[in-house]
Each structure stands twice: as C-alpha cells, then as structure tokens.
C-alpha cells in the first residue's frame, strides 16, 4: 500500500544583489593604518561592496526580485517573507515590511525580520522551514541582508577592513518529493554577548539619567578578533557535525560546505578539521568581505551559477554571529 510522502521542504530559487561601488583594500590604506598585504594575509579580503544611497530593504529587495523570478513564482504566489537582518531601515516598520510593499507581495501574509547577525539568513531559513514544513505557508521569501557600512566604525582598522554591504534571497517551497531541507540547527548563547555587538543608536528616557547606554559615545560594531575567531571555528565545526549526524552523512559526503564567509583563515580551520578538499568548501570572501546575513545566500547563489552545486548534491551551510549565534542547514540539492 502506497502512502504519501510527508511534506518537506525544498530551495526553489535562488537570487544576490551586491551594490556597484568596490572598495578595495588600496582605498582603506588611505583611511586607517592597514595595509593590504596584512589583510589580505590575515582574512583573505581584497574588496567589499559597498552602499551608496541604498537601504537593506533596496539591497534585500533586489536580490528577492531574482530569487522569484529564478524560482518561477509570482509575488502573488508568496505567503510568507522573512529577512534576517541586524542594519535594518528602520528599528520598524521591519525590512520584510518594506519589501513585502516594494514587491507587490500579497497584503495580510505574515512579514517579519529575525535578529541573529551573521547567522540571521540561516535563522530565517529555519523559520520559513517550520511554516512550509508545518503547512502555514506553501511559499516563503527568505532573505539575508545587511549594509554594515553604516554600523563599522571606519577609523577602527581591526574591524572596518572586515566587512561589506550586500543582500542574497531564495525561495522555499513545500515538496512531496526526494531531498530538499533536510535539517536545520540554530544555537545562541547570549552570556557572551561582549565579544561582537553594535550598540546603536544611544537613547535614554528623561527618568533614568546618563548611565543606562553601555557605551552612549560609540553606536559602531565592537569586536574581539581573537576570542571571536576561536568561537567561531568551533561553535561552526559543532554545527556542520549536528546537521551531519542528524542525517546519519559524514564530512565526505559533503559536495559543497558553503560557511559565512567571515576569515579564510576560519573556513580554513574548519576544512581541515573536516578533512574536507578545497573542491568542498565554497569561498568569495576575497570580493565581498562579510556581508553578515548576505554571505551565506550570495554565495549560494554564486555557486548554484558557476554551476558548482547539481541537482542530488549535499549542501551544507553554516554560519557564526553576535549574540552570540550560531547555525547550519543541510540540503540535498
Ligand atoms: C580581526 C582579525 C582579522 C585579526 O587578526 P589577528 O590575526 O587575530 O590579529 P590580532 O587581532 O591578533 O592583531 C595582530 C596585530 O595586527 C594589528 N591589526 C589589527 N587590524 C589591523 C589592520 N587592519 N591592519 C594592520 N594591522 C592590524 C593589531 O593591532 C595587532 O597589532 P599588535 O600586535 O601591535 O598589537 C581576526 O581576529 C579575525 O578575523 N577574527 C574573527 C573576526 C570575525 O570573523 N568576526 C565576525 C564573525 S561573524
């Protein structure tokens, strides 16, 4: 007796939009004391796109516009959007709000941001997974996007020379068939919330005085390197295991490891403590620097177009943040 295959998830489409402007390490050496040869050594950057007079929600927007038209569907066919982003337009209306109107997705669906920095595409991803999953939606938007060259602190070498503007989208639809979104793991840990944050905006009400804002005088990103960097490779090899084991694969298994692209030197770390060849870790840090919740959706898309991901492969991402945070999917593509 035959009975129907539970409903699943799978990524119908794919889109990224990077803004024109090209920043390169030669026009920061002129900016803070760096120099490209120590960035280049030290994260494997070269270049960063940056904004210029465009928001998230334009940026997140136009990768979105790709991600449909590549997934065949009409805005109309959308019943759910969610951005991760932490450089919204506004603290609200959310991103998703603006994006939903700039697209003439449906009124009344549900439209929402999730907050979780690097990690906040794989979040949103996990999110629009449960509602398809669940049968609250058939078809969601997801979205990375953020423009941290409104949030770095430009004369801060240690962090300025790291980061980049960028959004990246795709589309998940329900499926009845073999693979799609096989699973999906999203950690936090917020006692260590110190070594990677961004204050913001310093605002107080009239009641409570001067003190309340940790540090009303500098809104910019904050971040310590080296902590964050040992964090990093090992709350992301904790995570691509996860996913792995959950699906009963192995590290060979993997035909393409796409991880946030923050340091080379962390995707380096975690290749080697995979075993994973060059030829199973996707990487183009070296264009766009950290994109935070773009990085991991543009290089999806990168790959699915430089045709280094084919139908039946084993697709793993993983992504580290502030917050801290923490995550990774695994597809069969
Ligand atoms: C930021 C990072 C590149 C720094 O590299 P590092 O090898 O750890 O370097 P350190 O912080 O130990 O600094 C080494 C020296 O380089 C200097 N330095 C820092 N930034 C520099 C720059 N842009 N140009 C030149 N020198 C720089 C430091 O001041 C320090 O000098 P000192 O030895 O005289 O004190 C690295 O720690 C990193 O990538 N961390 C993780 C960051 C990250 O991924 N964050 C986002 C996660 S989502």
Redesign the pocket.
Same mark, same amino acid.
């Given at each position: 007796m035959s009975s129907a295959r539970a409903l699943g998830t799978r990524i119908a489409g794919c889109g990224s939009y990077a803004p024109s402007r090209v920043v390169t390490n030669a026009d920061i050496e002129g900016m803070?004391?760096?120099?490209d040869a120590?960035?280049t050594a030290?994260?494997g950057i070269r270049q960063r796109r940056v904004a210029m007079n465009e928001k998230t929600s334009e940026v997140a927007s136009k990768a979105a516009r790709v991600a449909l038209s590549d997934a065949g569907v009409e805005p109309g066919d959308i019943d759910l959007v969610v951005t991760g982003t932490v450089t919204p337009d506004m603290v609200f209306p959310s991103t998703s709000c603006f994006v939903q109107a700039a697209l003439g997705l449906r009124p009344g669906i549900p439209a929402f941001d999730v907050s979780a +920095?690097?990690s906040g595409f794989l979040y949103a991803l996990d999110v629009a997974d449960k509602y398809v999953r669940g049968g609250a939606a058939k078809k969601a938007l997801v979205i990375g996007a953020d423009v941290f060259s409104r949030i770095v602190d430009w004369k801060d070498?240690?962090?300025c020379?790291?980061f980049g503007d960028g959004a990246g989208a795709v589309v998940v639809a329900a499926t009845r068939g073999e693979g799609g979104i096989l699973s999906t793991g999203v950690h936090s840990d917020g006692r260590k919330w110190e070594m990677?944050y961004a204050p913001g905006v310093a605002c107080s009400n009239p009641f409570e005085g001067k003190k309340h804002h940790p540090n009303p005088h500098t809104p910019y990103l904050k971040?310590k390197?080296?902590e964050?960097?040992k964090v990093?490779v090992r709350t992301m090899l904790s995570a691509v295991e996860e996913v792995l084991e959950a699906n009963g694969l192995k590290p060979g298994d993997i035909s393409l490891l796409i991880p946030?692209q +923050?340091?080379i030197?962390?995707m380096g770390a975690i290749q080697e403590r995979l075993g994973l060849s060059d030829g199973q870790v996707f990487s183009n840090i070296d264009r766009y620097g950290?994109t935070?919740a773009a990085s991991i959706p543009i290089a999806l898309d990168e790959a699915v177009r430089s045709g280094r991901i084919k139908k039946g492969d084993i697709v793993v991402f993983v992504a580290?943040?502030?917050g801290l945070t923490w995550a990774s999917a695994a597809i069969r593509w």
């Open positions: 803070v004391d760096t120099t120590w960035i030290r994260t +920095a690097c070498r240690s962090t020379v790291l990677l971040m390197g080296n964050t960097f990093a946030h +923050a340091n030197r962390i950290n935070s580290f943040g502030g």
